[in-house]
């Protein structure tokens, strides 16, 4: 899952930040606590997943609770796009390492929203697959070892250089703390 949070005034160059989070029904980074679970679950239950209109609306959700749990130390970010055409650059983007758990009925519940539209319930978004080119050459910075950091700047040269096209997302490669991009 991601959210997208638009800027009101370009800053610094970036036009949104964004937020990954990535869940697993079966496959959680351990330790997760139940106080955590009660979170995610109250805010998954709080969306309104009969509603079949364009843009449903409830009339509250919890997001603030879920994004204060999350483990914002451990993440990876990088300057990307939106996933929605035209794919605008310039997003600020944050993906957390952290697995969260997902109940199965929630997965269920995107899947049929996906399912409303053409396209959607094979891939989960329209984004194309994006050319590592000179207008698009996203680079990865590491949170755990400070943002700008010669470390950093030496293995987002190196990652972005040896990026294959692919999605955009990042993740952990098998050497500890060196992070691969894919596109």
Request: glycine share 6%; proline share 6%.
């Amino acid at each position: 899952m991601h959210t997208v949070h638009l800027a009101v005034n370009e800053k610094s160059g970036f036009i949104a930040a964004a937020m990954g989070i990535m869940f697993s029904v079966d496959k959680p980074t351990p330790g997760v606590s139940d106080g955590d679970v009660a979170i995610i679950d109250n805010f998954f239950d709080s969306l309104n997943w009969k509603e079949t209109s364009e843009n449903p609306l409830v009339e509250k959700v919890p997001y603030g609770k879920l994004m204060m749990m999350f483990d914002m130390r451990n993440r990876w970010t990088y300057k990307g796009s939106v996933t929605t055409p035209p794919c605008a650059q310039n997003v600020y983007w944050n993906v957390l390492k952290t697995i969260y758990p997902i109940k199965q009925k929630h997965v269920d519940q995107f899947t049929a929203q996906l399912k409303r539209l053409d396209g959607l319930e094979k891939t989960g978004n329209w984004r194309e697959i994006q050319p590592t080119v000179k207008e698009h050459n996203p680079i990865v910075l590491f949170s755990n070892q400070g943002v700008g950091s010669t470390t950093n700047q030496a293995a987002a040269a190196a990652t972005t250089k040896a990026a294959a096209p692919a999605a955009a997302a990042a993740a952990p490669a098998a050497s500890g703390g060196q992070v691969s991009l894919q596109q």
